[in-house]
């Protein structure tokens, strides 16, 4: 209404709570000016909103409200979804959870009227009380009847991916950045600027997922996240995202700081979406709900701010198929075991379930154990060629990298590749000197367990993980 609604905000986000009950009821119109440095200015597009406040004393009608979860009496462990339904004649301004009688988390402000708390924080085998207080505009208030539950012992493996199916990310629409290996990193562009990044070829259409990665505490700045699936550099396409820094964690959501969380070098970040709620945690601990609710589908998205900055070992997570409902999570283009491929993403190569059929018993594999003398490091490329004879026909190459499952280094060695015959090569041959190749590579390891990973590659496109085995060098 052409009059000042609180002062001028000078930095990001550009945000504030306005308490709608001191206003005339009726219509009013809002807008923003944006002033830049130099005094120029722009106003925005008004919107109209209409204020519906009751008279003093004229609202006597109390909230209706009621738990929704846990269940009364239920057995809960690890991580559980706190909820309700409030409803008013004129508007809820909150809903405050109370456990035991004391306040649980913040008051909500808007639906969904839900928060995720982590049970491991009240001894195992108690029983506890859960119940929500629900207030409107005019402050009437009313207590939604308490469910009782008990708490038992906790099967959580803390920041470890739930039992259930996990794929790594296949990012695609890289924009100044490449893939090594299971990391996405910026190689070109310029420092401190979203002028990178790239979107996961798969995409949660429905239900329940985590996106789960592993931060660096290297100071390079990144956005990682949940958003749609469009192309782009933007940080404001996160639904819900991280801005990383190597010290910070910045919860965004659209760019809009919402919370923040110290890193340490190897955390877990895990952005869950369950039961349509969207939770932020860092190994396994849930640090911020989110007040949005998703809207589908939803990929992952990573924007990278500085050279080098990189996200690393990103997965998905979903529930066990044996779990699945009508309404239970539903994959759609990724090429891999388990999900149905769009035409606008190539298949990359079969996933693991259909490497491993009975007439190619190398491609079985999932142990070698070398003896000192390694005579049968040969195994290695055998195994490799027994996963290009199963591989789509566009997969052009397939690599084979070792990693020291100690977790004493992070860069994998390159053991060597396998290829499809070229035409005028007879197949024996080829297969020959492949197999040559990684005798002499497997000999340069030192002794030790590792994990070694094939990587498809296709004519356009990024690298694929299509399996992996366990080997032991003595």
Do not use: C
Request: proline letters at 6%; aromatic letters at 8%.
């Amino acid at each position: 209404n052409n009059v000042n609604l609180g002062p001028e905000l000078t930095s990001a986000p550009y945000t504030m709570m306005w308490n709608a009950a001191g206003s005339v009821a009726g219509s009013h119109a809002l807008t923003a000016i944006a002033r830049d440095a130099a005094g120029n200015s722009r106003t925005a597009s008004t919107v109209t909103v209409t204020v519906q406040n009751v008279e003093s004393g004229g609202d006597t009608t109390p909230p209706a409200v009621s738990m929704t979860s846990p269940a009364n009496g239920a057995s809960v462990s690890g991580s559980i979804v706190v909820s309700a339904n409030a409803t008013d004649n004129v508007g809820i301004a909150e809903v405050q959870f109370k456990l035991d009688g004391a306040n649980l988390g913040p008051a909500l402000i808007a639906p969904p009227f839900a928060m995720s708390w982590n049970s491991a924080t009240v001894p195992a085998g108690s029983t506890h009380t859960l119940t929500a207080l629900a207030r409107d505009a005019a402050g009437n208030l009313r207590t939604a009847t308490s469910v009782s539950f008990t708490v038992k012992s906790s099967t959580s493996t803390g920041g470890a991916t739930p039992r259930g199916n996990t794929m790594r990310i296949s990012w695609t629409s890289l924009v100044n950045s490449k893939i090594y290996l299971w990391k996405l990193r910026k190689t070109a562009g310029t420092d401190n600027t979203a002028d990178a990044g790239a979107v996961s070829a798969e995409r949660l259409s429905a239900g329940d997922a985590y996106f789960e990665f592993t931060a660096a505490t290297n100071a390079r700045a990144y956005y990682v996240g949940l958003g749609p699936g469009n192309p782009g550099t933007s940080p404001v396409d996160l639904d819900f995202g991280l801005r990383l820094n190597g010290s910070i964690a910045e919860v965004r959501e659209a760019d809009a700081l919402k919370a923040s969380e110290p890193i340490r070098d190897g955390d877990v970040f895990r952005i869950g979406v369950i039961a349509n709620l969207v939770t932020y945690a860092r190994n396994g601990t849930v640090f911020y709900t989110s007040q949005r609710a998703p809207i589908y589908p939803i990929a992952a998205r990573a924007v990278l701010l500085d050279k080098n900055a990189e996200v690393n070992r990103a997965f998905y997570w979903r529930p066990a198929a044996a779990a699945a409902t009508s309404s239970s999570t539903s994959w759609i283009g990724s090429g891999r075991s388990g999900a149905s491929p769009t035409a606008t993403v190539p298949r990359v190569a079969r996933g693991r379930d259909d490497l491993t059929g009975p007439t190619d018993p190398f491609a079985r594999l999932s142990f070698i154990d070398l003896d000192p003398s390694r005579s049968g490091s040969s195994l290695v490329g055998a195994w490799a060629l027994g996963l290009l004879a199963k591989a789509d026909a566009n997969v052009t190459a397939i690599y084979l990298y070792a990693q020291p499952t100690d977790g004493s280094s992070d860069a994998p060695a390159f053991l060597g590749a396998v290829a499809p015959d070229q035409p005028g090569q007879p197949a024996i041959d080829a297969g020959r000197a492949q197999r040559a190749r990684f005798v002499v590579a497997v000999s340069e390891l030192a002794a030790g367990t590792y994990t070694v990973t094939a990587f498809a590659q296709v004519a356009t496109g990024a690298p694929y993980e299509i399996g992996s085995i366990t080997l032991i060098v003595r």
